[in-house]
């Protein structure tokens, strides 16, 4: 089965930036999507940006348009998130999952393999 590995969270500044990384290895299909979620202590699983692998197409929520950046690296099986201008609201458990097939990409359910989640923490 799949697994995935986050990584690159950290304790930074309001307007830093970040990179984090998710390393993904075992069986994944040729039709799939991988996406990045964040979590904060009390709050539902935020759905933030998949990547739809056979196209490239990516989307975004409207709190990190404009600033957050999802790619990949098909080579190093490793999907990314830049992140850029960040705040003490983009503060949360950040996730990377995989989905068998696109499907809605809008869907938080359509992903059923997660990684374990990078802690990202913005201070003013």
Same mark, same amino acid.
């Given at each position: 089965? =799949?697994?995935?590995?986050?990584?690159?969270? %950290?304790?930074?500044?309001?307007? /830093? +930036?970040?990179?984090?990384?998710?390393?993904? &290895?075992?069986?994944?299909?040729?039709?799939?999507?991988?996406?990045?979620?964040?979590?904060?202590?009390?709050?539902?699983?935020?759905? =933030?940006?998949?990547?739809?692998?056979?196209? %490239?197409?990516?989307?975004?929520? /409207? +709190?990190?348009?404009?600033?957050?950046?999802? &790619?990949?690296?098909?080579?190093?099986?490793?999907?990314?998130?830049?992140?850029?201008?960040?705040?003490?609201?983009?503060?949360?458990?950040?996730?990377?999952?995989?989905?068998?097939?696109?499907?809605?990409?809008?869907?938080?359910?359509?992903?059923?393999?997660?990684?374990?989640?990078?802690?990202?923490?913005?201070?003013?």
């Amino acid at each position: 089965q =799949l697994q995935l590995v986050e990584s690159g969270g %950290g304790l930074v500044q309001a307007g /830093d +930036s970040l990179r984090l990384s998710c390393a993904y &290895s075992g069986p994944h299909g040729s039709s799939f999507a991988m996406g990045w979620f964040s979590q904060a202590p009390g709050k539902e699983r935020k759905w =933030l940006a998949p990547i739809v692998w056979s196209n %490239g197409n990516t989307y975004y929520a /409207d +709190s990190v348009k404009g600033r957050f950046v999802i &790619s990949r690296d098909n080579r190093a099986n490793r999907v990314y998130l830049q992140m850029n201008s960040l705040t003490p609201e983009d503060t949360a458990i950040y996730y990377c999952a995989w989905a068998a097939r696109p499907g809605s990409v809008y869907d938080v359910n359509i992903f059923r393999a997660w990684g374990q989640g990078t802690q990202v923490t913005v201070f003013a």
